[in-house]
């Protein structure tokens, strides 16, 4: 699971500000502040997993016009940093296994020139805040060529030719680490009958270098393994191995357990992200306005305006369902329906069918057109559509709020709780300057706490609000944490809303 998001040199941020991800995060702050910078760092993290596109230039709606624009004020002598949270109980349980005893890794990438060509340039790892390794891009070549078994199963398309990879060579290992540590302990114990001494450690820390001399490509984010074909470490009997041959023995067989550790590692860190990433779905702040009619034939099926929410919901009756069980719940008067209607030329599962999304006004029974049911309720249904119609996703949202009146900005909080902490487990990432929405949020943590009945318990620890703040250096991020009683730890900078105090006789 993704716990926390880093962003250094990136758009509105110069040092490296670190982006905790809660179920419901919400992220405040003035206009032009770098809010929209957090969901744009996210969804690049996200393409760059799946493609490999490290320019992104006019992708799905968001352009980031390029390394030479994006990297923070234009500067490409430096590194975009991106870096990554993971919790571990979340991973598959070989990675669990090869990461026991730790709750969360971090993986940081930097993203840059080397020789005038644009790749990661640097990596590094930590467990539980301990630095385990550090890497740095040696070269990169000019073309590589992937077969589909190189590649671990994932919804991502397979990327088969392009610039790079960059080849990585470790740089520093902190053989102190505890997950090392472990590693070689219980392999020498268990391959070897070999208890290892304080000696034996002091031996192996002055040949790390050699130990640990394996290079490995990256080609999108992270390296998908070594660049060898790994063979099992087998069992040898080196219990009773002394002086010079207890010590060739340690060296030879450290090379070959570092190895198997480090390509099993790539691979589940690598395989981990692009699960996580290929969770994240954008909903821009410029949402798609329907036209009269929708039907299966003209409605748009991707983009970050919500165009495609409006096509899935016409392959999707339980979806439609779900949708109009939220508009009752805010009160607001329309249902949505499925009709089919034979049409010529045209085949679907066997007959020719034809679809289109009705909307119908529950007050007369009349049926209305997406153009007359007002702007705020086309804008709000990608929204409950995404809430309800998916689970386990991470849903960027740009002003939920748009064109919503103060009361439905409240009761679409409890929309984003009941999905986010209901059944459906999503996650929700929200830009948003709507006062009414996060004061719904902090009631329904101080009714939880009160022990009022409310929809769905809401605790802190699932709620992180967010306020970019631009300075001189870039914009920071700082992290109010909210109390129990429904409150803030600390004064929200330049105080809460403070323009409606000032307005105020």
Not at 400 to 420: N, R
Not at 471 to 496: I, K
Request: aromatic residues 8%.
């Amino acid at each position: 699971m993704l716990t926390g998001l880093q962003l250094g040199n990136f758009k509105a941020f110069a040092e490296t500000q670190n982006i905790p991800i809660r179920p419901l995060t919400l992220i405040f702050g003035p206009n032009s502040g770098g809010k929209s910078s957090i969901l744009h760092g996210l969804n690049f993290a996200r393409r760059a997993m799946q493609s490999g596109d490290l320019e992104q230039t006019d992708c799905e709606g968001i352009d980031l016009g390029g390394f030479a624009q994006y990297v923070h004020r234009q500067d490409t002598n430096h590194q975009t940093q991106l870096g990554f949270n993971l919790s571990v109980a979340h991973l598959r349980k070989e990675t669990q296994h090869r990461l026991s005893g730790v709750q969360h890794v971090r993986v940081n990438v930097g993203i840059g020139l080397l020789r005038d060509e644009l790749g990661v340039v640097e990596m590094s790892i930590a467990t539980d805040g301990e630095v385990l390794l550090e890497m740095e891009a040696a070269h990169p070549s000019s073309f590589f060529t992937l077969t589909p078994d190189h590649l671990p199963e994932t919804d991502f398309p397979q990327k088969t030719i392009g610039n790079g990879p960059m080849t990585f060579w470790i740089d520093v290992v902190n053989l102190q680490n505890r997950v090392l540590q472990a590693w070689f302990s219980t392999k020498f114990k268990d391959l070897a009958a070999l208890q290892l001494t304080s000696s034996d450690w002091r031996f192996l820390a002055k040949h790390t270098e050699e130990i640990f001399d394996h290079p490995c490509y990256v080609e999108r984010l992270l390296p998908d393994g070594l660049n060898m074909v790994i063979e099992p470490v087998k069992p040898q009997n080196a219990k009773h191995l002394s002086g010079a041959k207890r010590k060739s023995f340690l060296k030879n067989y450290s090379i070959r357990l570092a190895a198997e550790f480090l390509d099993g590692l790539f691979k589940d860190l690598n395989l981990a992200l692009q699960r996580e990433l290929c969770r994240v779905q954008h909903l821009g702040p410029l949402r798609w306005y329907p036209t009269r009619r929708i039907l299966e034939s003209n409605g748009p099926r991707s983009g970050i305006d919500g165009a495609g929410v409006w096509e899935s919901l016409l392959q999707n009756r339980s979806a439609c369902a779900r949708v109009n069980q939220s508009l009752r719940r805010l009160d607001m008067p329309y249902e949505l329906s499925i009709r089919k209607w034979k049409t010529q030329g045209r085949s679907i599962s066997g007959a020719n069918l034809m679809r289109e999304l009705l909307i119908t006004d529950t007050r007369n029974g009349a049926t209305v057109s997406a153009r007359d049911i007002g702007v705020g309720v086309s804008q709000i249904l990608p929204i409950l559509a995404n809430a309800f119609g998916t689970s386990h996703h991470i849903h960027s949202i740009e002003q939920p709020e748009l064109h919503l009146h103060p009361a439905l900005q409240a009761k679409l909080g409890d929309t984003f709780i009941e999905s986010a902490l209901g059944e459906r487990k999503n996650t929700f990432i929200l830009e948003t300057h709507s006062e009414h929405l996060i004061l719904r949020l902090l009631r329904r943590v101080r009714e939880t706490n009160d022990g009022s009945r409310t929809p769905v318990p809401i605790k802190p620890e699932d709620l992180a609000v967010l306020f970019v703040q631009p300075t001189e250096n870039g914009s920071r991020v700082l992290n109010l944490p909210v109390t129990p009683d429904g409150d803030f730890g600390v004064p929200w900078p330049g105080g809460f809303f403070a323009e409606r105090f000032a307005d105020l006789p």
